[in-house]
């Protein structure tokens, strides 16, 4: 697709089709994946850029109508963790942080997902939401203590109400 494009215009096409119907959206999501591939690979660092971007693929895969099936979800999940990685690289390669205010969004969103799924008794999906959500605290400086103790205490109520049968499937939050 386009394949010497500037990430410029993949930008422009998810902002352009996120408004309309669903296959519209997913337009749009691809086309911001595309424009997130393409600044890491092109970027110099401009973190804010990239937050701003994952903020859109973030509202988009979280709109209603594209987590109506666990493909939706999945996909949506999926996204968080390739954030944390690319957050990862990016901070292991001496680049400009992630703005910690996008990274207690990211966390904030990832959260509410697993208490969504909690309040559904769905524990294993509220598990993993919640767990992925913790990641991200782990990444603040200023603001954790903030959140820490509340997210702790929910997180390990949540962990009590898992089946016997999911103790060797958690993969706990690296601090």
Same mark, same amino acid.
């Given at each position: ?15 352009? *089709?996120? /408004? +309309? =119907?669903?296959?519209? %959206? ?7 994946? !595309?424009?997130?591939?393409?600044? &890491? ?47 990862? *690289?990016? /901070? +292991? =390669?001496?680049?400009? %942080? ?7 969004? !990211?966390?904030?969103?990832?959260? &509410? ?63």
């Amino acid at each position: 697709l386009l394949p010497g494009a500037d990430c410029k215009i993949f930008e422009a096409i998810g902002s352009i *089709t996120c /408004e +309309g =119907n669903l296959s519209s %959206k997913r337009l749009a999501v691809k086309a911001l994946q !595309l424009a997130i591939e393409r600044h &890491n690979n092109t970027s110099q660092g401009d973190t804010g850029k990239l937050a701003q971007l994952h903020h859109s693929l973030v509202s988009l895969l979280l709109s209603n109508d594209m987590l109506v099936d666990s493909a939706g979800k999945e996909n949506a999940l999926n996204t968080f963790k390739l954030i944390l990685s690319v957050m990862d *690289t990016k /901070e +292991g =390669n001496g680049m400009q %942080k992630y703005p910690e205010i996008d990274t207690v969004w !990211l966390m904030t969103k990832a959260w &509410n997902m697993g208490v969504i799924q909690y309040s559904k008794q769905s524990f294993v999906e509220a598990e993993r939401w919640c767990g992925v959500s913790l990641k991200f605290l782990y990444k603040l400086k200023e603001l954790k203590s903030s959140y820490e103790s509340q997210m702790i205490s929910v997180y390990s109520e949540i962990l009590t109400k898992l089946p016997d049968s999911c103790d060797g499937m958690l993969q706990q939050p690296d601090h």
